[in-house]
DNA sequence: GAGCACTGC
């Protein structure tokens, strides 16, 4: 009866919700050490992964549901092998393809490779990978693909029904990165019961199985698989028992598989952590971290110490602290290192290299060591308790970072960091009362923290129309919906019924950055200077070219005058590039001029798959050659909105901003600090003590009524006249 | 005269 499902002998145990919605199955050990004679000894080490013994089982839920949770840990081998699994049963038959998302292209890179090589392929023929820049994989021969959520929902323009995949498995789906709620949101069409406070995967879920409900129609053969590493039993309860007794029951036809979601509980190959609270709240956790680093150190047995501050302030004044213990007091033997993401390469790799006999390694990050990289030899983790994340004003427009309290499933997370070879320990900075009563389940989603600029143009490319209506599985605050939408209508991306202007709109949906950039680009192509104006745009959308020279600060600087232009920040880059072009791209010159050699490579990447897309959307490659006015003008037509004007009997440099009169002043890090020129415009604002506007261009205010001779009526009457 | 958690297309 079943078409996919191969069951050697016995047909996995299964236990039924009472009300026979949900299948829960019991992880009864199938016989998973039988004999390895004749197999080679990735297939014995791929059996001795615990989800290996629910093989079977996961073929069967799969088979017969549209969708699978599977909740487990990591080192539960989950993402390798379940794309092998569902291969091997014949999901991958008739040139069909199993796919396999990952919030992030490293993860994607390592597990494709890892993978193809437990297959005994070639990395891009069966087994293949996708992320942005970087396509290995073959259409003709491409069985198994592993790509990112954002590049998943990118292809989703182009084929909304995902067709030619029979699996889709979301791996890490508690993470709730921007890019999965969109998703989720999209797919989510069928209006339904959703009025309790769910659960994240069972929202999830619920969204992936009416996305299969409604394809099943056509293609009654795709399946969804979730996994998640963390899953709250009551909500879940709660959500299933309203589902069931309003569901008809599970239908029973023949290969029409049953709607309601099937979960799956697999246990993970970490060891067990010791928990341990403060007693008393601390009042200062950089020295209560310092401290309990020194009793761990002294009284615990060897292996690595994992430290969890909040950002690379906190993080140097530990290790200072730490390092001038260790050599001067009577804690010798450790050696400790900063983590964060901007550090250099090098300083990076610093971490993973093993420790010295005899010491003890100590690193102390942010929380770029909770999911991005894996340490091994970590034995103990210190749990500060918090993280900084990014809050979006709506009412500002203003981005700030913010130190806040972390969730309990980031210090479960954390703690899991210690077991990953031997059981570990974990020192909370807390109290446990705390955590029990206080600490929130999960984190504030990303997408209510973060300007909806580009999730509202990539819906509404996705022809929803009605984006305030639109069903989020978290939803944003309506300020933040209606300030995007206000953004978007003075870039000229919408028109007055909200739908996007043709050509323009679509466009700028097409251009994979900001729509403030995207518009500056389409721009270029009337003023002649697409080339320098891709270029601009390279730099703008990744993080700083130039090195944090702790120290050196002043030696910074005064390199960054060979190239300063007088227009601006923008300007400047472009005298960067061609320097770096002149130098043959060399990393040397880079290291002299105190220039970030992986982003500048990386800035020659966006550059390139820009101009690409340029061409495809018909702009013309050109030139301006020297003609910076040009350049000038094309920046301001895509940042109109960030006009500011230097406060007329000003001395320390105030400006105001033309839309809201909010007082900003030019970062010191910017080429026209203390230049001041009358008029200009920002990329971004930073919020310190003041408002720091990042990456700043001088222009002419006539330019601003004739890029946004809208904005400029209606939003701010004569605000040119003063 | 000063500061940047982390992803992603």
Redesign the pocket.
Known sequence: MSRFWKPGAEKPRLLEDEEGGVLFFSASPLSSSSSGYGRTNIEMLRQRLPVYKYRTAILYLVETHATTIIVGETGSGKTTQIPQFLKEAGWADEGRVIACT???????QSVASRVAEEMDVKLGEEVGY?????DITNNDLTRIKF?????L??EMMDDPLLSKYSVIMVDEAHER???TDILLGLLKKVPILLDNALNTIVYLTLCLTMLSTQIQRRRPDLRLIISSATIEARSMADFFVSRTRRSQGPEKEENIPVTEPAILSVEGRGFNVEIFYVEEPVSDYLQKAVSTVLSIHDQEPGGDILVFL??????DAAVQLLTEESQHGRQKGLMVLP?????SRADQELVFSPTPRGKRKVVI????A????TLEGIVYVVDSGF????FYNPISDI???VIVPISKASARQRAGRAGRIRPGKCYRLYTEEYFLKEMSAVGIP?IQ??NLV?AVI?LKALGIDNVLGFDWPASPSSEAMIRALEVLYSLGVLDDDAKLTSPEGFQVAE????PMISKMILASNQLGCSEEVITIAAFL????I?Y???GA??E??ETKLRFAAAEGDHVTFLNVYKGFLQSNKSSKWCHNNFINYHAMKKALE?RE?LRRTAQRLGIALKSCDDDMQVVRKAVTAGFFANACRLEAYSH??MYKTVRTSQEVYI???SVL??VNPKWVVYNSL?????Q?MRNVISIDPSWLREAAPHFYQYQQPNPLAR
Do not use: C, M
Request: proline fraction near 4%; charged fraction near 25%.
């Open positions: 990952q919030p992030r292209r490293l993860a994607v996708t992320i942005r820049f970087e790509l990112t959520d954002g590049v929902l990118r990165s921007l890019s909040t950002g690379q302030d906190d993080i983590l964060y993401s901007g550090l990050s942010t929380n770029i909770e999911t991005s990289l993280s900084k994340q990014r981005e700030n970072l990303e923290r973060s580009s990539q251009i994979p950055l900001d959308s990744i993080q700083s130039w944090t020279a702790k600060e002043k910074l600087d966006v798959q320390n440099g970062h010191p890090s600090f203390r930073v919020s310190t003590d003041r720091y």
